[in-house]
């Protein structure tokens, strides 16, 4: 049996299947059962509970086999993260008590730093909370999502890609929730010992990810790089409120410096399976 957490996502679902096509029984920690009722119908055991109530989660951990955590993703957390700590401080108790044979984290490229981290300040924070547990945890730290440029499949209609890097030639790391998915269920099939950290991602520049679109699209695509100034407009239009586009705007601002990135001394480098051409081509045969 294995704990995923966050399976009605994309990471945690992509775990979930890919154990389950192992022969692996799934126990996942779920708030609204009736979403989640589909894997329930694929033999998942699921547990109710909130990412914060310690008890559920103490509940969900009993006699795994290894557990799969991540942080809940917050657009627009507090300046404090207050948001984060409270999900830290939940899963700190709920592993005292009913401690995994070994455990698998969510992480994010940069986490290993301490400041101009934004939205990945989380997963730096809960590397610092559960780095020293007595058991193997293994962190992934994974590159940017391909699903957070779906939208380009409409707004790369007019032949531009409107993104907030630059410059759109500078490559970066980029994954597949898929494979991130796939890596999380063979570190949890896999012996191992000690503290791991993976850092797992391809190399792809926005210019890529316009030419990846393009041929599912059947045009030219040209990545056009959001002028610095214009980013917070451009991000109340996405829908973030007024004022809460800080973390989002200090995380680019990291990743375009070159602060936040892979390559860090002491960490396991793996390479995404799925191409941007594959995943923009299969996201668009699905539509």
Partial sequence: MFLITGITGKVGGAAARHLLNKGKQVRALVRDLAKAAAWSAKGVELVQGDWTDSAAMTQALNGVEGAYLMMPP?????????????????????????????????????????????????????????????????????????????????????????????????????????????????LLTTEWTGKRIIELGSMVSADDLAAALGQALGRDVKAQAIPRQAWAGALEQMGYPAGGTWAFEEMVDGVNSGWIGLGVDGTERIEGTTSARDFFAAASQAK
């Fill in 74 to 186: 917050a657009q627009t957390p507090s300046r404090d993260f207050r948001e984060a700590k409270a999900v830290i401080a939940s899963y700190k108790e709920a592993l005292a008590k009913s401690a995994p044979p070994k455990l698998v984290v969510l992480s994010s490229m940069g986490s290993e730093k301490s400041s101009g981290l934004g939205l990945i300040t989380a997963t730096h924070l809960i590397e610092q909370a559960l780095g020293n547990e007595p058991f193997p945890v293994a962190f992934v730290r994974a590159g940017s999502f391909f699903e957070n440029y779906l939208f380009g499949l409409q707004a790369a209609q007019g032949g531009t890609l409107p993104i907030f890097y630059a410059p759109t030639d500078r490559k970066l790391p980029m994954i597949a929730t898929e494979d991130i998915g796939a890596e999380v269920a063979r």
